[in-house]
């Protein structure tokens, strides 16, 4: 939790002061020095103390200056753009769904992509994401993680009907930490076969009403530990067609948007991104009743103010899509008199390539020729820090995410509205050179997927190698138990003390010498697997 400077023990205080003095006196501008200390000593960016660390800029100190006249130049320093005095605007921006860069992009043909292999993406038909269902929370995420296994399963057999989840799979999906998850699967698995969801469909004569079992049988399987899932035929082809031409319009979005998303957001985020016919897809907006949105998050009988429904459910699950996503999302509420209608969504996705310029910047000090500075523009160390932290505040992000996305020209086009209602005017600007070296937003998310991998990989050698060094131990249960006595209890271990037999003993300590962090407090462990060096 961040801490004002105040809330610092003495010794801390002390500490930091000293790291800032240094600074001072090494005339270092350093911002992401700075970041650093702040994140080290866990400090709140809008306490007066860290804001001023952050923002101020150090001049070495001079000697007497002679009196100036027109014959004596000043010192040259730099003059730097003051923190702006204007506050925000309580309404949340809209941020433009137009941005430049300064190289073309392609644009990408999504519809005609082969969907079985994108094991990244969530899609799912129009028709069900419209439709009324009322599941909790993970029994939603049980059916978004189905969608690209039956996607991938159905490519190659499309007779495919049973579909298996492995519980270890799900559990680090969404980064789920409990060790009861095993029986809270089970109860998914009881539970959701008794939910159904329903939808419109037209007809000759009008539309008609269908109902459809979300699953056909749901099977718990504790020894292996997965569920066992069969879908109905009109489930499957919700998850698997995807054609515009026989009215089969689709919504598709990253699996690690949802991740950290509770139930309203979800309903939020999916009823957002398809509430526009893809024929017209440039408008980006949808329009729904107020009738239709409470039965959606059912809330029939909950909040019957409106005013109420639209602070717990349609601004908070706006605010947590905001929090863990690229998409940003604004609406109108729309009344007739004094009862409110309905409500119309628009929204951007701030991860989307930005467009192609017909003038770029030439150079650093050439100002764009079609009169937008927010084209390629550059801020300094200061600029960075002050409107950084003062966004990052707004949005609820991390203030060294937004600092580096402001400065990547690829990715700074989300913040330009907020840099404007803040009075920041572009003075300078990215020579090409620069740019080269700007990762795009597919470039960074390949990167953090590498990165993802890495880590995986060398956890399971990390795991490989606890296992190999317990074998060891094993082998040389006696003498390791002998040096570990003051662990053993009075009860059975005691008893296999007297017996003489230590790896039984050594066995029962094999969940803490399989971590790294609780083996730390055994001692010989490091004796005994030196020999084998």
């Keep these: 939790m961040a801490r004002k400077f105040s809330e610092l023990i003495p010794s801390e205080q002390v500490q930091f002061q000293g790291l800032v003095d240094f600074m001072k006196e090494t005339w270092n501008e350093d911002i992401q020095v700075k970041l650093n200390i702040v994140k080290k000593f866990r400090l709140d960016i809008s306490d007066p103390v860290v804001y001023n660390f952050l923002t101020d800029v150090y001049v070495p100190t001079s000697q007497a200056q002679p009196p100036f006249n027109d014959t004596v130049p000043k010192p040259a320093t730099t003059e730097l753009v003051e923190p702006p005095q204007t506050p925000f605007v309580a309404d949340e921006p809209l941020l433009p769904t137009t941005t430049v860069a300064t190289k073309p992009v392609e644009k990408t043909k999504k519809r005609e992509m082969t969907y079985a292999n994108s094991e990244d993406l969530i899609i799912i038909q129009n028709r069900l994401l419209h439709a009324i269902s009322h599941l909790t929370l993970n029994e939603r995420r049980l059916i978004l993680f189905l969608s690209p296994i039956v996607r991938k399963q159905v ?22 930490k409990s060790k009861k998850y095993y029986g809270e699967l089970e109860k998914i698995a009881d539970s959701i076969v008794e939910k ?8 000759q004569n009008g539309k008609a009403k269908k109902g459809v079992s979300w699953v056909s049988e749901c099977d718990y399987i504790e020894n292996e530990a997965k569920i066992k899932v069969k879908l109905d035929d009109t489930v499957i082809e919700m998850l698997t067609v995807f054609d515009k031409t026989t009215g089969n319009f689709w919504t598709q979005y990253q699996k690690e948007w949802i991740i950290n998303l509770g139930t309203y957001g979800i309903i939020m985020l999916e009823l957002v991104l398809s509430s526009f016919d893809n024929s017209f897809e440039k408008d980006k907006k949808g329009k729904y009743s107020i009738e239709h ?6 809330c029939i009988e909950t909040y019957p103010r409106f005013s109420d429904f639209k602070l717990y459910v349609i601004e908070k699950s706006i605010k947590e899509i905001h929090k863990h996503t690229p998409i940003r999302i604004s609406y109108q509420v729309h009344k007739f008199g004094r009862s409110v209608q309905g409500v119309s969504f628009s929204y951007i996705d701030t991860s989307e390539p930005v467009k192609n ?32 932290a003062k966004i990052a505040k707004k949005i609820d992000k991390d203030i060294e995410v937004v600092i580096d996305e402001i400065s990547n020209v690829h990715l700074q086009g989300q913040y330009v509205e907020y840099l404007k209602l803040l009075d920041f005017v572009p003075s300078d600007w990215y020579s090409d050179d620069e740019i080269k070296d700007h990762l795009t937003s597919q470039q960074i998310d390949e990167q953090k997927k590498q990165a993802k991998q890495a880590k995986a990989n060398q956890e ?3 795991q490989s190698q606890l296992e190999q060094d317990f074998e060891k131990l094993l082998a040389n249960a006696e003498e390791f138990v002998l040096a570990n006595q003051k662990r053993l209890g009075f009860g059975i271990e005691k008893m296999y003390l007297e017996q003489g037999n230590y790896q039984a003993i050594v066995r029962i300590w094999q969940s803490y010498l399989l971590d790294k962090d609780h083996r730390k407090h055994f001692a010989m462990v490091n004796e005994i697997l030196e020999c084998y060096l």
């Design 460 to 462: 399971k050698l990390d």
């Design 155 to 176: 490519e190659k057999n499309p007779n495919n009907r049973v579909f298996y989840v492995y519980v270890q799979d799900f559990v680090n999906e969404y980064g789920i």
């Design 357 to 388: 310029v017909q003038d770029k910047t030439k150079n650093s000090n050439d100002k764009p020729k079609e009169n937008n500075p927010f084209v390629n523009f550059k801020m300094t160390p200061k600029q960075l820090a002050v409107f950084g």
């Design 293 to 298: 949105l409470r039965e959606k998050f059912d």
């Design 196 to 203: 159904a969801f329903f939808f419109w469909y037209k007809t």
